[in-house]
């Protein structure tokens, strides 16, 4: 019977076991280093395959450098390699160094002796010094003074003549190189961009494969209010993206896979501002910036991760978290038109929206309501208003026709008439239709208003006028009018287009300072738009239960958000607090009973805004009304929300506007509150109803310039109470009515536009001397100025004026633009009627060298080089600036950029950088001594000085006047 032995556990193996445990530990040992290695480092491979591709591309440029260049650098090789083998074998050579050597020994050891020399006089001068301050004997430092001073000075001879024998042997030595040193000088210059490749592909083969990271503190804040630090290693991949000559493309690999290794668009414009270095690229492009595993991590592509990495429709939402108070920005179109979405449409009645504080409410003032409309308009208006305007702002609430008619009764009964209504007469009249149709398209109503959808193309583009958008329109910005005759009652009409601010006190709509009748003209010709049968019969508003239903309503939908309603001044905003709605996870979005939406925040969002009762469930009723928003408005608002709140950069670099940049911002959302674009360009852009006349001289004025041109004082006065400039214009200046701190913001805007941020304009009348003053007198009878400048009503036999009256011209035009405006008229204005008087006067040039050829007739020649082709005048005197000193010369000659002058003063052998500037040709060879810029100045002295332009139409020529002035 077998017995089972006892064996110690000290003396059992398991061979086997401890076989197999091995083999796994090596195995998972070598797992470990690889995916520690390589599958978790793919940026090692990414930055590889860059180095090659940049080392084959550097290649080729320097295989083709080489080609060009190649045997210029051979041929100077040779010639090196002769010469250096020449000065190889010269024996004088080694003999010249070796008493060099010599020469400099004894050169410093002379130096040295005199230094000590010089040293021990110093201090023997000191004491001397010394003992002079304190009263005592100084016969013994004196006689040291004495001697050190011959003892330094004996030195100074032998010291010199060491250096001059040693440098004597230096020139036997360069002069023996310097065939060599200038054939190498030579070669540097050829072959300078085959060696730049040459160092860039070394550059290359030294590289570290190394990760690039940004730490970013304070990148944002958690749920404690404690700063959060990230890191951004996106650069660790995207190895082009701050360099030059990658653009335009993403490179591809082996395989061809897509590398990321393009230069970022528009590099100069977006890393010159958004240093990558200090701002990193999560924070403009989002994504998970510190992780490197894989690129769907990198890219944010990870449930649990907020920040995803955002296409380049939606990117525009994070320049939000820097340029907080800018509301239309270069660069980003779908941000700022998103912004202008939410201002227009007033998202703010409802919802508490950053940026939004300043601006009315986006609705009419309801509390006179009785006088405007009619009640069947009014219920049909609430029920459905495109049924009236296809092209309102106004939305649909989905509302029930009882719910329509409580609502017009409360707000109905809740206004009160203050007017009395009045019948207007002639409203079907062929003649006063025809006269209202007239004054409708001349005083300038379509700047804001259209009638229909012919009104869109006023005309084609403005030429020259490219630039981009200072306020995106997406929706009119006034009513459109077609249909206004079922809308309002005609005695409303007619008082509303003569004083709107008397029936509504927060209107944009201006007044066109028009008579009774022609406001009855206008308001007729707009009842003709439309057909009176299509007119909603009376409906009566009078039963107190609908009064207290639609109180309730109005409450509930929000109503007082856009409309100052009677007895709704305590309503609260009813909808949520859009600052964090980015913020929002998927689980406190509601979709409802939806399967069909990914539940995610951006298409919960995009369809929200697209359909805002799609979520409705039976227990959940929604009151967001619909805009129907096209899909690119919808994706447009939706940039906008996602930039409030959540995550962004340092508050360290975030945009901080100095003072005048917030001048032209606070300018800008002026211009977009007042429509100013309608009419005028302004920073090359608007214009729309200058479109619709081909002769642009016959519209509304270019404003670009304009804070060069007004004074402010002027200008804010105008806008208070508008003065008439151009009274044979058909169009009309606008009286708005403006609060001041408006005015003031435009004024400032225009000013800031032109970098004129100093608000007082001075001209010393005083100082003006009496012979200018009376050559302006002459001059301006001589070029005429009253015929275009003359006055209206023009007196019989005069033709009416085409320019501005000049009798505003002192208190409305800055001196100095006066005079550039004389120069160069068409340099300002492009088209403008203003001939030019001083042909050439105002020209100039920027002076690259100059040199002097000679002197003749007692004044000195030279000829200049200009930086670009000149319109100098010939023959005419200008003046050149030179360090700052100004020298009257007269131009001898003008070819392209060369510039011959004649300088009654030496200007040197040799002139540097300098402007000159041509006084061009004068209206009077006599006057002034025939200066072109002294005449005009004289001018200018002259109509800044005038009371009376009449006066000043034929006056005598004084004597004082005459060519010495």
Known sequence: MPTREFRPPEERTSPVLFFVVGILMVVVTVWTVWDEVFTRRPWKSFQQEFNRMERGEVAKLLAASQKKFGAQVAKIDAQIAQIESKLANDAEIPKLRTKLEQLELVAFERTQELGFAKANF??????????????????????????????????????????????????????????????????????????KYKQRIEGIDKRFLEIKQIVLRAYERNNFGEPVIRADRCQSCHLGTNRSGFEGKMWSGTGGKKLP??????????????????????????????????????????????????????????????????????????LSRGISLVRELGCYGCHNIPGTEDLRKRGPDLSRIQEKVSTGWLVSWIKHPKSYNPRTKMPFFSLSDQES???????????????????????????????????FEEVGCLGCHVRDAKDDNPGPPLKGVNGRPLVYRNRDFAPALKNVG??????????????????????????????????????????????????????KLDDPAAFKRGQTLIRRRGCAGCHVIPGMDSASKIGPNLAIFSQKKEFELSFGNVVNVKANWDAWTFGKLKNPKIFQTDRETLLMPNFDLSDSEARAIRVFLRGLGGHGVPHSVHQELDARAKKIELGRRMIEKYNCTGC??????????????????????????????????????????????????????????MPEKDAAALVDYFAALDGKLRPYVHFDKAGVKPESLAAGRILFAKADCLSCHGDWPPPPGKEAPTAPSLSYAKSRLRPEWIVKWIQNPQKITPGTKMPVFFEGAGASAQILSGKRTGKEDGRWKYELAAAEESELAEEKTATITIGGKSIAVTVSGVDEKKITISSPVDLGPRIGRARIVSHGDPVDENLLGGDGLRQIEALRNFIMSQENFKAAEAPKKPDSAGGQG
């Open 405 to 439: 008619k409580d609502i017009a009764s409360y707000i109905w009964s809740a206004g009160r008439r203050r007017t009395a209504a009045r019948k207007i007469g002639g409203m079907g009249d062929a003649a006063t239709i025809a006269k209202g149709k007239k004054l």
């Open 261 to 334: 290794f393009a230069t970022h668009p528009d590099r100069i414009f977006y890393l010159k501002k958004h240093d990558p270095d200090k701002i990193g690229c999560q924070s403009c492009h989002g994504g998970q910036g510190s992780a490197l595993k894989t690129v769907a991590l990198a890219h944010g592509e990870d449930h649990f991760w907020e920040d995803k990495f955002l296409p380049k429709s939606e990117r525009g939402s994070k320049c939000l978290g820097c340029h907080q108070n800018v509301f239309n920005l270069p660069k980003a179109p779908i």
């Open 680 to 737: 005028h360009v302004i920073e090359n852009w608007g214009g729309d109803i200058l479109r619709r006349y081909k002769d642009k001289n016959n519209g509304p004025p270019r404003l670009t310039g304009e804070g060069n041109k007004v004074q402010p004082s002027w200008f804010f006065g105008f806008l208070k109470n508008v003065v008439t400039l151009r009274p044979w214009l058909k169009v009309r200046m606008p009286s708005f009515q």
């Open 122 to 195: 110093d201090q023997a001068y000191f004491e001397l010094n010394e003992g002079i301050r304190h009263g005592k004997d100084i016969s013994q430092e004196s006689a040291l003074v004495a001697r050190w001073r011959k003892e330094w000075n004996g030195f100074k001879k032998p010291t010199e003549k060491a250096d001059a024998a040693r440098d004597a042997v230096k020139v036997q030595i360069e002069v023996k190189y310097k065939p060599l040193n200038d054939l190498k000088k030579r070669r540097g210059s050829i072959a300078g961009e085959i060696t």
């Open 486 to 539: 079922r809308k309002v009652q005609a005695d409303w009409l007619v008082r509303w287009i003569r004083n709107p601010k008397s029936y509504w006190h927060g209107t944009a709509m201006p007044a066109l300072r028009i008579s009774e009748g022609n406001a009855n003209a206008i308001a007729a010709y707009l009842f003709s738009l439309s057909d009176p049968a299509k007119r909603a019969a009376e409906v």
